[in-house]
């Protein structure tokens, strides 16, 4: 029988390998952060998202924004002054950190705290958005473990799904055409981002989803000294507290394509116009060379590689 690994949200810790004591967004809020020195030029997560967003698609001048589990609100702290028109609306499941996000707003007219899980929300209350993010996140969602490629065929074939886990999983790999193991040895499917995939349609003009990927695959120039661990099945990412799973983006791809978005993808290494010089190569590929900067800049590129990014546009 399979289970649902059901985590508490919006967390982040470690890479596999490492003790990572902050979000991507995080480390990258402050332009004076070491973290600056893994990327060509200066600028803060949040900058880097709206320019890349900007090349895409056009916000309009009073947008609603819908950011996600914000965590300490980092990045909205800094889109805010971009966009000083715009509605934000922050749902977040933790008290905590939806505290520590109306301080954030506070002061701010158009800005408004949801406490709840962000499926319970999205069901119960009317929210559109011209924007909604979830940044570093959907692997906390809830992910399907021990699944077996032959049971689920078996349900597919008799079309019939039920409200199990097997039968919720084998109802997406049916309807989007997934792709399963082909060994019949347990496998982990990313349930609730692909739930969650399917509960965003009609609900924002654009999308934004970054994780940690199982199934990445880097192009020229990062592929050149940069080699993910993605092995194409999520894994189970053990971090302070509790555990993700990567996620297979292409999945997640497949799913909105078929329900009408338009979808770009692309590494997280883009995104942040990350170094490719000599340097960075040098410092990717040696992990200990006495000087804390350089080890610094280690660290981030090597967790950095791992992580993409969907933009879902109607």
């Not at 997934?178 to 995939?197: Q, R, T």
């Not at 199982?214 to 661990?229: K, N, Q, R, V, Y």
């Not at 080890?295 to 590689?305: A, D, P, Q, S, T």
């Amino acid at each position: 029988m399979a289970s649902l690994n059901e985590t508490s949200a919006f967390y982040k810790g470690s890479d596999a390998s490492l003790f990572w004591e902050m979000t991507i967004c995080q480390s990258l809020s402050d332009r004076a952060s070491p973290y600056m020195g893994a990327l060509r030029e200066a600028f803060t997560f949040g900058e880097l998202l709206m320019a890349r967003l900007y090349d895409s698609i056009s916000l309009g001048s009073k947008p609603h924004i819908i950011e996600v589990g914000g965590g300490y609100g980092t990045l909205m702290r800094s889109i805010l002054p971009l966009l000083p028109t715009c509605k934000v609306t922050m749902v977040e499941l933790s008290p905590r950190f939806a505290d520590l996000q109306r301080r954030v707003l506070s002061g701010f007219p158009l800005g408004e705290v949801i406490e709840g899980d962000i499926f319970e929300v999205l069901r119960r209350e009317h929210l559109e958005a011209s924007l909604l993010i979830s940044n570093e996140n959907i692997g906390d969602f809830p992910t399907a473990e021990g699944l077996r490629a032959d049971e689920i065929s078996r349900i597919v074939e008799k079309g019939v799904f039920d409200d199990s886990v097997e039968g919720r999983a084998a109802r997406l790999i049916s309807r989007y055409n997934l792709h399963m193991p082909d060994d019949n040895d347990p496998f982990a499917f990313n349930l609730g981002a692909l739930e969650y995939v399917e509960l965003l349609k009609g609900r924002a003009e654009t999308v934004f989803l970054s994780e940690h990927s199982a199934d990445i695959e880097l192009g020229s120039p990062w592929s050149d000294f940069l080699t993910p661990t993605a092995t194409g099945r999520p894994r189970r990412i053990s971090l302070k507290g509790h555990a993700e799973y990567s996620i297979r983006f292409g999945d997640l791809e497949s799913a909105a394509l078929a329900d009408g978005w338009q979808v770009e993808r692309f590494p997280m290494l883009e995104l942040l116009k990350v170094r490719d010089d000599a340097g960075a190569r040098f410092m990717a590929g040696t992990e200990c060379v006495g000087n804390e900067r350089s080890e610094i800049i280690h660290e981030f590129l090597n967790h950095v590689k791992e992580y993409e990014c969907l933009i879902l546009k109607r």
